[in-house]
């Protein structure tokens, strides 16, 4: 917990900003920016994608090292970070460091009946692409029902309520690439 606060703190010090700026900017209280980068509280996904929003990085800038800048980038899944999902899952970014940074890619695991709640962050980025790389999911977007399987995609507006439900009693897949 208080290393992701020195991380957001150490982020927010690289671009110059003070807590209530970037609070401002990633729409959250600067008491709340405070006590996440004292370790007095853990930041929740929708807090890390605000956060990455208002900062115009990744969101897995927060947990990866940066080395030394490289053109291209290779790495093993098993050796990135995964991040607990409230609602039963987690998600894996897969977003590279030194590369431009405009679309975010992640791996979101859902549990059986699990969800990603993602109506609830606030998001800015107008595009996503969502790949069902194995399961049942039910998409709420918009006031409207979408029942995805295995292998199907979309392209959507992120910004538009949504939710991700996994409707099986198994584990499902989606390869997530929203714009940056």
């Known amino acids: 917990m208080k290393n992701i606060g020195i991380t957001i ?16 900017q990633a729409g959250i209280s600067a008491a709340a920016l405070s006590q ?8 929740s ?5 605000k956060l ?6 990744s969101i897995a800038s927060f947990f990866l090292q940066a080395e030394e800048d490289k053109d291209i980038e290779i790495f093993d899944l098993k ?10 899952g987690h998600f894996i970014p897969l977003t590279a ?8 890619p992640m791996l979101v695991k859902l549990d059986a009946g699990g969800s990603f709640e993602e109506g609830q962050y606030g998001i800015k980025s107008p595009h996503a692409f969502v790949w069902v790389r194995s399961g049942d999911v039910l998409l709420e977007y918009d006031d409207r029902e979408y029942h995805l399987t295995e292998m199907k995609s979309l392209y959507y507006d992120a910004r538009k309520q949504h939710n991700w439900r996994n409707i099986s009693d198994k584990p499902c897949e989606l390869l997530m690439v929203r714009s940056r």
């Open 9 to 24: 703190k150490t982020l927010r010090e690289k671009q110059s900003l003070s807590q209530r700026s970037l609070a401002e």
């Open 52 to 57: 990455a929003d208002g900062l115009g990085i």
């Open 79 to 88: 050796d990135r970070p995964s991040v607990a999902l409230n609602q039963g």
């Open 45 to 49: 996904v929708a807090t890390l994608e």
């Open 36 to 43: 996440l980068e004292s370790g007095r509280a853990s930041p």
């Open 97 to 104: 460091l030194h590369q431009p940074t405009g679309f975010e």
